[in-house]
């Protein structure tokens, strides 16, 4: 919880960030299709994967500490998928079953979900706050969606500090010790947190319905300038994610 999410945006210091804030965008949403629609099932798509993820993380560069607890994250999200092997329709104890084919369910929903964190991490540092605003401005989606997509985003980095203080507030008060007044703790947090979540949701809607949040088109403060390092940027992306439909469709077929 030491990580506050408005110190993750624009901490990458890789090539990328002499690309143009929507090359980033469009790239980084390009190499996370492509991750997700690869076949995990096959050592060409485990292979495939691999290589996007490697590539974009060299040209992103994020933090290495943000990378270590997004990887953290991911495994303590995924791996425990792997416990029910037992339970598969091709588990070694059915006829016929074995544990190869029994693996390639978790090991899919392990690399699909990891290269997907990944890359959204080494994403999100590409772009600072600003530029963020400008890739969405240039996306070819209604403004409102524009608008909204930036809503989340800076209401996610609040409620995220607000989820630090009540972190630290259970660290003081011995809910990070253990014993059963650290289980009373956290087993009350649903009740103290869901309905301050609930509430800064409806005082934002309200705020924003006052404001005319929406009506009005987002406009750039910056001039797009596309050079060449952005068309071979998008040009690689697009080939990356093309690979991957065809290697999906190949196996398909």
Not at 28 to 45: E, L, Q, S, Y
Not at 149 to 171: D, G, N, P, S, W
Not at 217 to 230: H, I, N
Request: hydrophobic letters at 55%; glycine letters at 8%.
């Amino acid at each position: 919880m030491r990580t506050s999410l408005h110190d993750i945006w624009g901490r990458g210091r890789g090539p990328v960030r002499r690309l143009s804030p929507h090359t980033r965008l469009n790239a980084g949403i390009a190499a996370f299709a492509a991750c997700i629609i690869a076949p995990a099932a096959t050592v060409a798509g485990s292979l495939g994967v691999a290589a996007v993820v490697a590539i974009w993380l060299a040209a992103c560069r994020p933090p290495f500490r943000v990378l270590r607890i997004a990887g953290a994250l991911g495994l303590v999200l995924f791996l425990p998928y792997f416990l029910l092997l037992p339970l598969l329709p091709d588990a070694p104890s059915d006829p016929g079953g074995s544990w190869r084919q029994a693996l390639l369910v978790p090991w899919a929903v392990l690399l699909h979900g990891m290269s997907g964190m990944l890359v959204s991490v080494a994403t999100v540092a590409s772009l600072s706050a600003s530029e963020l605003r400008e890739a969405l401005v240039r996306l070819p989606v209604p403004g409102v969606v524009s608008a909204i997509l930036l809503q989340i985003v800076h209401q996610a980095a609040t409620l995220f500090y607000e989820t630090k203080r009540v972190a630290a507030a259970m660290a003081v008060r011995g809910a990070s010790s253990g014993g059963v007044a650290g289980w009373r703790v956290l087993s009350s947090l649903p009740r103290v947190w869901l309905p301050r979540v609930v509430e800064r949701a409806e005082r934002v809607t309200a705020a924003m319905e006052l404001r005319g949040y929406g009506e009005d088109e987002l406009r750039s403060f910056q001039r797009s300038k596309t050079g060449l390092a952005d068309c071979a940027a998008l040009v690689a992306a697009a080939g990356a994610l093309a690979a991957s439909i065809a290697l999906r469709l190949w196996c398909v077929a």
